[in-house]
């Protein structure tokens, strides 16, 4: 079984609003948020969440170094098969984060990681699919979310089994 971790902001780990951003990093040895819907396509890809990290956009934003270097020594700690950071949707901040965060993991440890978002991030999608691999997402309340998930959970059990995934796949940017 691949074990999984997932990093969230203040919103998709429910536990606080988007202007509600000063949650500090925390993490939870369960699913929460997103992981919760995402069982089933988990389960069909042999994956486990074993832990969900979350900060919220404003902490991360304030104290990135710091905060990056924690979830990075975190997951060299607990050393998962593969880290999904989002969905993050449309939030822009949360999207920056988590291609910033998927690019330190992938930099300074030896765990896949990437990104999770929609295509209106473009300007992080533009920065960052040349490093990371970013996952594409709806906009929040938008059709094909389950089709994403499923997505989301085969790159991972891909990454986290050693095969590099095919930049021209439909679900990647």
Do not use: H, W
Request: net charge neutral; proline share 5%.
């Amino acid at each position: 079984m691949l074990k999984i971790v997932m990093i969230y902001d203040q919103v998709q780990a429910g536990l606080g609003t988007k202007s509600d951003d000063t949650l500090p990093l925390g993490a939870q040895n369960i699913p929460i948020g997103p992981s919760v819907m995402m069982e089933r396509f988990f389960k069909e890809y042999n994956e486990k969440v074993i832990a969900c990290f979350y900060c919220g956009t404003g902490t991360y934003l304030n104290s990135r170094q710091e905060i990056s270097k924690k979830i990075c020594n975190k997951i060299e700690q607990i050393k998962p098969d593969a880290v999904i950071c989002g969905p993050s949707f449309d939030y822009k901040d949360y999207s920056r984060m988590c291609a910033e965060l998927a690019y330190d993991i992938i930099r300074t440890t030896l765990v896949p990681a990437f990104a999770f978002m929609a295509s209106v991030n473009d300007e992080t999608i533009s920065n960052y699919k040349d490093k990371i691999f970013i996952v594409k997402c709806p906009k929040k309340g938008d059709a094909q979310l389950n089709k994403c998930l499923r997505n989301a959970c085969r790159i991972a059990e891909m990454l986290g089994t050693g095969k590099e995934p095919d930049k021209s796949d439909e679900c990647i940017y």
